[in-house]
């Protein structure tokens, strides 16, 4: 069965370095989406991605966050400088469509769970 | 206001137990309905979607009350394998071409007991 796959599955880094968070989406998915979970809490939207550009984002995807599709299969979250409170863990999902179905199901990757120091 | 609310939890049953998950939404323009069962430390999975004629998938039950904004999950003779933290998750209504993002539940966990 095809699943998203998210790399690396933890990541430590001090506070204000750069991290790069990447995803590979089910292969014929067209719509990718990067959500959070910080310990103990709900998981929250951060962005939503189609056709190589931001749909949608959340309050919380500041100017601190970028989102990018380098070439036909990984999709990556670049945080610009980490502070303490983006210590959470990242999912990565991908949909096959996003605009016909209104039950379409969004597919998780198993998270990259960053801290930082 | 909280966008989906859940029973706060933890619910603690025997094996063979029917256990009841509940939930409101705010938004009444929201249009699809889920319940995802996230394990500890992992990925929330889909569990069922949720249509407006309440639906079954084997032990699991759920249901939808548009009117009322609320929406429910029955699981009935529980199993040790179905401990988890349950969320309820609604998926904003489709506009300006958004793709509608997935709004989650805190979630309700589940400890089932031999």
């Known amino acids: 069965e095809p699943e998203v796959t998210q790399t690396p599955s933890h990541q430590v880094t001090q506070m204000g370095q750069e991290v790069i968070l990447r995803c590979v989406p089910i292969?014929?998915?067209?719509?990718f989406y990067w959500y959070r979970q910080i310990l103990g809490q709900k998981v929250e939207f951060l962005v939503s991605?189609?056709?190589?550009?931001?749909?949608?984002k959340s309050e919380i995807f500041d100017d601190q966050f970028s989102v990018e599709r380098p070439d036909g299969s990984n999709f990556t979250l670049k945080i610009r400088s980490t502070k303490l409170e983006d210590s959470a863990m990242y999912f990565c999902?991908?949909?096959?469509?996003?605009?016909?179905?209104?039950?379409?199901?969004?597919?998780f990757g198993p998270g990259t769970r960053l801290l930082v120091l | 206001r909280k966008e989906v609310e859940q029973d706060p939890g933890p619910f603690n049953v025997p094996e063979g137990a029917t256990v009841a998950f509940n939930c409101t939404y705010s938004n009444s323009a929201s249009q699809s309905f889920f319940w995802y069962r996230q394990d500890c430390r992992k990925e929330p999975k889909l569990l069922m979607s949720?249509?407006?004629s309440g639906n079954e998938d084997g032990r699991f039950t759920a249901q939808l009350n548009r009117a009322s904004q609320y929406i429910s999950l029955l699981i009935r003779d529980s199993k040790l394998s179905d401990s988890a933290t349950y969320l309820c998750v609604v998926n904003l209504p489709y506009v300006r071409g958004s793709q509608g993002n997935l709004i989650f539940g805190k979630g309700t966990k589940l400890s089932v007991k031999p």
């Open positions: 991605f189609y056709n190589n550009e931001i749909s949608e």
């Open positions: 999902a991908s949909s096959e469509s996003g605009t016909s179905g209104f039950q379409e199901t969004q597919y």
């Open positions: 949720v249509y407006s």
């Open positions: 292969s014929n998915h067209l719509y």
